[in-house]
């Protein structure tokens, strides 16, 4: 079975401070994929990153930098210098080697960022 | 933008009633997945549509039933609704079923079951 945990229901900062949203993760699988997905008010999921599980490297993408660690099965996404606009609940997820793409979503993490 | 779409935004159902959702892939699209993401909660997996055969379901009841069409359509229908019915649906496409590549997502439709 799969499993995605974030600890973090709810997160609180102040426009400009960087902010870590942790993710956790099971599988037995020996292969597998790695989401975030951010999904503001309006409802609709954005795709974020994608990594597989033989892809070590962090990567960053302007404000936004993924920290993987397959030692501890954690799967990290920071914001630098948050903005208003990052407001909004981040998804991580996992889609395991046999499962197609059927997603396995953590609860999520409610960011709010106060000017 | 996505190009994935749905219909209706929001629907209000008495329990014990079916209702029927649909929603509208990308163009060229294949595979279809609906979730259901509860109040607070993240998505679960429904089930996944690939070229008008169901391809994979999660822990969803047979009253939880989807069709899918040539013309990059589908539907979700949901028998005797009951009040935990109410939710999130969301659908989601992509090219292959086997390819865990980033899944596009519609906006939703909220259904409210009284």
């Known amino acids: 079975a799969q499993k995605v945990t974030q600890a973090q229901t709810e997160i609180s900062v102040v426009e400009k401070e960087d902010v870590t949203l942790d993710c956790v993760y099971e599988?037995?699988?020996?292969?597998?994929?790695l989401f975030w997905y951010k999904q503001p008010p309006s409802g609709e999921l954005v795709f974020l990153i994608r990594?597989?599980?033989?892809?070590?490297q962090n990567e960053i993408s302007g404000r936004y930098s993924w920290n993987f660690q397959k030692s501890t099965s954690s799967f990290n996404f920071t914001i630098t210098a948050s903005q208003v606009v990052d407001s909004a609940v981040y998804f991580c997820?996992?889609?395991?080697?046999?499962?197609?793409?059927?997603?396995?979503f953590g609860g999520g993490t409610r960011l709010m960022v106060k000017p | 933008e996505t190009g994935v779409t749905q219909s209706p935004t929001h629907l209000i159902k008495t329990r014990g009633q079916q209702v029927t959702l649909r929603c509208s892939s990308q163009?060229?699209?294949?595979?279809v997945s609906w979730y259901q993401q509860a109040l607070g909660q993240g998505p679960q997996f429904i089930f996944q549509?690939?070229?008008?055969?169901?391809?994979g379901r999660g822990n969803f009841p047979p009253r939880f039933s989807g069709l899918q069409f040539p013309n990059y359509s589908s539907e979700l229908n949901v028998n005797a609704l009951e009040l935990d019915d109410s939710a999130l649906y969301l659908c989601?496409?992509?090219?292959?079923?086997?390819?865990?590549?980033?899944?596009?997502f519609g906006p939703g439709t909220r259904l409210t079951v009284t």
């Open positions: 599988t037995r699988d020996t292969t597998y994929y």
């Open positions: 990594r597989n599980s033989f892809d070590e």
């Open positions: 549509y690939y070229r008008e055969e169901e391809n």
């Open positions: 163009s060229g699209h294949n595979t």
């Open positions: 989601a496409s992509n090219d292959e079923p086997g390819q865990p590549y980033e899944q596009y």
């Open positions: 997820a996992l889609s395991g080697n046999n499962a197609g793409n059927m997603l396995t």
